[in-house]
């Protein structure tokens, strides 16, 4: 459910030149126009976005019924071709040979920008190689909307998508993103959130900061930022809050990890002398607040390298 327009939007009066203004600008024909549409509310749409949907000659789409919904929405009536992740080179096929008949072409997924994990990218790549141009239109994208609305303030940032489904594969991913500066930007399905929130709590540290943006620019949008060891008590004290399709977005490492590596082995070093292996991890992550887990690794790879150096 999408919420309604507030009464503080721009009046047709002076809308109406805006519109004049945008139709002023370049619209090549034999183009295809990457178009981003609403993640939720339909007031998100932009102008020049609504001006290339009304003049394009069709509009390729994740699903021609959903498309369609909206377009009607906005008083418009397109013709519509599929271009979904399972027919995406056929569809290029099919789109490259009309806009080489110089037809202009609307490219637009479900929700949000296309080509960013959805649809869109094999075809864009397929009529670029064909010589053929394409043009970006900006505009609404879950990420860069969780992001600003997050207050995590490292420089940079790394768009990671939705997380492998197989429990390994899950696994390997996150634990090669463990030493990564920049804010981690994760998607997640509502089925799969509560799976999702357990596998970080593993991965990473307990005090990274976590933020969960559900359901944006709709009705029951929520932003909520917690420290990871406190994200699995949220999630489940209200069964509300595994609705809804997420943006999750995770604090990168800090920039002093060698230091804190360095710190950790300086430990390790200290305890091996006197404990196991695994009571030296275990006081070690007391002391530090690093995973156990990595740090048994460390660890044996120390214990290992000073019995290849001859020690006891």
Same mark, same amino acid.
């Given at each position: 459910?999408?919420?309604?327009?507030?009464?503080?939007?721009?009046?047709?009066? !002076? *809308?109406? @030149? =805006?519109?004049?203004?945008? $139709?002023?600008? %370049?619209?090549?024909? &034999?183009?295809?126009? #990457?178009?981003?549409?609403?993640?939720?509310?339909?007031?998100?749409?932009?102008?020049?976005?609504?001006?290339?949907?009304?003049?394009?000659?069709?509009?390729?789409?994740?699903?021609?019924?959903?498309?369609?919904?909206?377009?009607?929405?906005?008083?418009?009536?397109?013709?519509?071709?599929?271009?979904?992740?399972?027919?995406?080179?056929?569809?290029?096929?099919?789109?490259?040979?009309?806009?080489?008949?110089?037809?202009?072409?609307?490219?637009?997924?479900?929700?949000?920008?296309?080509?960013?994990?959805?649809?869109?990218?094999?075809?864009?790549?397929?009529?670029?190689?064909?010589?053929? !141009? *394409?043009? @970006? =239109?900006?505009?609404?994208? $879950?990420?860069? %909307?969780?992001?600003? &609305?997050?207050?995590? #303030?490292?420089?940079?940032?790394?768009?990671?998508?939705?997380?492998?489904?197989?429990?390994?594969?899950?696994?390997?991913?996150?634990?090669?993103?463990?030493?990564?500066?920049?804010?981690?930007?994760?998607?997640?399905?509502?089925?799969?959130?509560?799976?999702?929130?357990?596998?970080?709590?593993?991965?990473?540290?307990?005090?990274?900061?976590?933020?969960?943006?559900?359901?944006?620019?709709?009705?029951?949008?929520?932003?909520?930022?917690?420290?990871?060891?406190?994200?699995?008590?949220?999630?489940?004290?209200?069964?509300?809050?595994?609705?809804?399709?997420?943006?999750?977005?995770?604090?990168?490492?800090?920039?002093?990890?060698?230091?804190?590596?360095?710190? %950790?082995?300086?430990?390790?070093?200290?305890?091996?002398?006197?404990?196991?292996?695994?009571?030296?991890?275990?006081?070690?992550?007391?002391?530090?607040?690093?995973?156990?887990?990595?740090?048994?690794?460390?660890?044996?790879?120390?214990?290992?390298?000073?019995?290849?150096?001859?020690?006891?």
């Amino acid at each position: 459910m999408t919420e309604p327009l507030a009464s503080s939007t721009i009046p047709y009066s !002076r *809308v109406h @030149p =805006l519109m004049n203004e945008v $139709a002023q600008q %370049a619209y090549p024909t &034999a183009t295809l126009y #990457v178009v981003p549409t609403p993640i939720g509310n339909t007031g998100d749409v932009t102008l020049r976005a609504l001006h290339v949907l009304e003049m394009a000659d069709a509009v390729a789409c994740e699903d021609t019924r959903n498309t369609a919904q909206l377009l009607n929405r906005y008083g418009l009536s397109k013709n519509l071709i599929a271009a979904h992740q399972h027919n995406e080179r056929e569809a290029a096929d099919k789109l490259i040979s009309r806009l080489q008949a110089g037809e202009r072409i609307a490219l637009v997924s479900d929700a949000g920008t296309p080509a960013v994990s959805d649809p869109g990218a094999r075809i864009v790549d397929a009529v670029r190689r064909a010589g053929l !141009r *394409v043009v @970006p =239109l900006p505009g609404a994208c $879950a990420a860069i %909307a969780a992001l600003s &609305a997050s207050g995590l #303030v490292d420089d940079r940032f790394h768009f990671i998508g939705f997380l492998p489904s197989k429990t390994k594969q899950r696994e390997t991913l996150l634990a090669s993103l463990c030493d990564m500066h920049g804010t981690l930007i994760f998607y997640e399905a509502p089925h799969r959130i509560a799976d999702m929130v357990k596998a970080l709590a593993v991965a990473f540290e307990p005090e990274r900061e976590v933020v969960f943006a559900r359901e944006l620019t709709k009705l029951f949008e929520e932003v909520h930022r917690c420290k990871l060891s406190e994200a699995e008590a949220w999630l489940s004290a209200d069964t509300h809050r595994e609705k809804g399709e997420f943006v999750v977005l995770l604090q990168g490492a800090p920039e002093d990890v060698a230091e804190q590596d360095a710190d %950790a082995a300086r430990i390790l070093s200290i305890l091996l002398e006197e404990c196991s292996v695994k009571q030296a991890a275990t006081l070690a992550a007391k002391i530090t607040g690093a995973k156990k887990n990595a740090l048994y690794e460390m660890a044996l790879k120390m214990q290992a390298d000073s019995c290849g150096n001859g020690e006891p």
